[in-house]
């Protein structure tokens, strides 16, 4: 990973970082036939995540 990004000052940029990083890593399953409804899942899912986590601490 480039850069470090914090979830607290952006979530969205954050759970796209640990998709990225999750590709690299394979740990997710090979798109070929052009469906990722899975992985956008998995970002919504971490963006969730992150603004709850947010919201807790507040």
């Known amino acids: ?10 979530p969205e940029e954050s759970a796209y970082a640990l998709l990225i990083e ?4 394979q740990r997710v399953p090979v798109y070929s036939g052009g469906d990722i409804s899975n992985l956008l899942s998995m970002y919504s899912q971490a963006v969730q995540h992150f603004k709850k986590e947010n919201e807790g601490k507040s």
């Open 1 to 10: 990973m480039s850069g470090l990004v914090n979830p607290k000052d952006s």
């Open 22 to 25: 999750l590709v690299r890593a």
